[in-house]
């Protein structure tokens, strides 16, 4: 299993922060201009987290017309961990801040320096996360422990880029699943076994030309190495969002993962 990196950054942009990204939840707290305080997900959707030692300093001093966003996450954890620890009101959550947005009140977000940003957020109770001035690509490469990637950017709400690292996985196709809808007619997914020979993940993400040349000769695919991308290992083991990659007509069988 290698790392490879993946992301919607194109490899060339200038960016001038590289900034950690955590494995778990987004968190958008906001302070209207009627003074209410409100807490969301990225989907976007309420969360419920006024019990939050950070939610409730943020409710406290915030100024109103405030918008910090945050990642909820637990240090060596992931994403999952903390969805059963907000329903546990586990307040060994961190909240950390990785941007802010002010429109009016006395506190100049936009366009500030980064040490203003950092003693602002801190002085609601959170963390803020460092930002680190982006050099070379290769600075990327190794994430700190408790990250699972890096945000790019040019400032604290300007122009985002992800970046992940993205592992990929040697696995068999022993046959598919038949396409629905705009895919009637054509091979839908690929079903994959690991070593052991147990079917454990589908996929599709081919093109449509890579679709219609599977369709007319599934024989070229069935039963060969096939190389997924996915996002991570998920913590009962299995992919996060794989998707297909290529045919690996250079391995063998016996050289397949298991999962």
């Known amino acids: 299993m290698k790392h490879v990196p993946c992301s919607d950054w194109n490899g060339v942009t200038h960016h001038r922060y590289a900034q950690l990204k955590r494995d778990g ?20 959707r309420r969360l419920s987290l006024d019990w939050h030692p950070a939610v409730q300093r943020f409710t406290e001093l915030a100024p109103k017309s405030t918008v910090v966003f945050c990642e909820l996450f637990v240090p060596d954890g992931n994403r999952e961990l903390v969805k059963g620890m907000i329903r ?38 959170m963390t803020f996360v460092p930002w680190h001035f982006m050099r070379e690509v290769e600075d990327l490469r190794a994430i700190p422990a408790g990250g699972e990637g890096w945000m790019l950017k040019d400032g604290n709400t300007l122009n985002w880029k992800k970046v992940k690292p993205r592992i990929t996985v040697d696995l068999i196709c022993v046959r598919f ?32 030309e890579i679709r219609a040349h599977m369709t ?41 993962d298991t999962l």
């Open 216 to 256: 007319a000769y599934p024989e070229m695919y069935l039963g060969k190495v096939i190389e997924v991308e996915a996002q991570a290992r998920g913590s009962a083991g299995g992919l996060m969002h794989p998707r297909y990659n290529c045919v690996r007509d250079d391995k063998l069988i016996s050289e397949v």
């Open 177 to 208: 699943e038949r396409g629905l809808g705009k895919f009637s007619g054509q091979i839908g997914a690929m079903v994959l076994a690991d070593a052991t020979g147990k079917e454990v993940t589908q996929v599709s993400g081919m093109t449509d």
């Open 88 to 125: 546990d009101h586990d307040d060994k959550l961190a909240l950390e801040c990785f941007a802010v947005q002010q429109y009016e009140g006395d506190w100049p977000w936009t366009g500030c320096h980064l040490e203003i940003i950092q003693a602002k957020a801190e002085s609601l109770g």
């Open 25 to 44: 939840i987004w968190v958008t707290l906001q302070r209207d201009q009627s003074g209410e305080v409100s807490t969301w997900s990225r989907t976007p």
